[in-house]
Nanobody, 124 residues
Framework: QVQLVESGGGLVQAGGSLRLSCAAS????????MGWFRQAPGKEREFVAA????????YYTDSVKGRFTISRDNAKNTVYLQMNSLKPEDTAVYYC?????????????????WGQGTQVTVSS
């Protein structure tokens, strides 16, 4: 049974930081590109960042470049999202996702496993 379990969300003031974690089980984690998406109330789920299995490739949506960093520890089957300089517009439920593709993809349908999400709220 494949499971992706996110943690690390919470309430933070603007300018603060949070580190999200996603622990994976039941899939060949080290061979999969991993991604983070987010969904704000009333909006569609959007791509945030992705990292290839070899850690050689990372990609970010423009709005988080320079503030967020995605990383992974294949020995721990865990992917992280370090979020700095948080803004109120970063408020959303953040989801971890896994794709069988070996290259970066930002397309939701190409991710076949999803976590349950963790809430991030940034107050102004």
């Amino acid at each position: 049974q494949v499971q992706l379990v996110e943690s690390g969300g919470g309430l933070v003031q603007a300018g603060g930081s949070l580190r999200l974690s996603c622990a994976a089980s039941g899939l060949p984690f080290s061979r999969r590109t991993m991604g983070w998406f987010r969904q704000a109330p009333g909006k569609e789920r959007e791509f945030v960042a992705a990292i290839t299995w070899s850690v050689a490739g990372t990609y970010y949506t423009d709005s988080v470049k320079g503030r967020f960093t995605i990383s992974r520890d294949n020995a721990k089957n865990t992917v992280y999202l370090q979020m700095n300089s948080l803004k109120p517009e970063d408020t959303a439920v953040y989801y971890c996702a896994a794709t069988a593709r070996a290259v970066i993809t930002i397309t939701r349908p190409e991710y076949d496993y999803w976590g349950q999400g963790t809430q991030v709220t940034v107050s102004s």
